[in-house]
């Protein structure tokens, strides 16, 4: 460098060189945010993926079995037990009984109780149908049914019906007498798979310019289903 350069031209030539430095630094990039909002839809989209992996798997099997549900054959298996009631306790239900004709109570915990030791079933807090003659309670459940029946001459009677392992599938899918634990999962899910689509259409979005093909794929993905529900489902 030449030493002999005017001290005004060298006090010039810094506030320039700040100025630069300053407009490079990685804040002031026209790129920076969008590499940043890029990076943050990522890390979503793959949370959101590996939310969803296994549900969704869950999902795409059970819409096909669902959908094609007449090839699937089923062949229920039906197992029914009997026991009779205690006298004490039947003594007991009688009067519930009469009680609580035409009214849909739980089981006195004693009889609860002596159900739950006697059948494969628990009924505690169950709502029962009660008649002067008998208790009924139905549980149904996801992949079968089963119901229980008390008479007040001391006959009881359990039945419970499975469809298979298929049928439980399809049960999950729809969501049918799983619980209420079963249907905050299933929204749950429904939100990681809003999350997951939305950011990968975003990221679609950012990649658009240097895929030509991305909107006509997406275009056809939204008009296919569209024409098929007018032309095809009445």
């Known amino acids: 460098m030449d030493s002999s350069l ?11 060189a700040s ?8 804040g002031t990039l026209p ?8 990076k943050q839809l990522h890390t979503w989209h793959w949370i959101s993926s590996a939310i969803c992996l296994m549900a969704m798997l869950l999902f795409s099997f059970t ?4 959908n094609n549900a007449t090839l699937i054959e089923a062949k229920p298996e039906v197992t029914r037990q009997k026991a009779s009631l205690p006298e004490p306790l039947r003594v007991q239900l009688h009067a519930w009984a009469e009680e609580h004709a035409d009214a849909e109570v739980p089981l006195p915990s004693e009889l609860a109780d002596w159900t739950n030791r006697t059948f494969p079933v628990d009924v505690r807090g169950k709502r029962a149908e ?16 089963a119901w229980l029946r008390i008479a007040v001459d001391g006959g009881a009677e359990y039945e419970a019906t499975s469809r298979g392992w298929i049928s439980w599938l399809n049960d999950m899918h729809k969501g049918r007498n799983t619980g209420a634990a079963w249907s905050w999962f299933i929204d749950f899910f429904a939100i990681a798979c809003l999350v997951f ?38």
């Open 6 to 16: 005017p001290s005004a031209a060298v006090s010039t030539a810094q506030p320039a």
């Open 63 to 66: 819409g096909l079995t669902l």
């Open 19 to 26: 100025a630069a430095a300053s407009a490079a630094s990685p």
């Open 31 to 38: 790129g920076a945010r969008r590499a940043i909002w890029l």
């Open 130 to 145: 009660w008649t002067p003659d008998d208790a009924y309670i139905a549980l149904p459940r996801p992949g079968g049914d």
């Open 197 to 234: 689509c939305i950011t990968g259409f975003l990221i679609l979005k950012y990649h658009a310019a240097k895929r030509p093909s991305t909107w006509p794929v997406v275009g056809f993905g939204i008009v296919l289903p569209a024409v098929l529900a007018l032309l095809f489902v009445h």
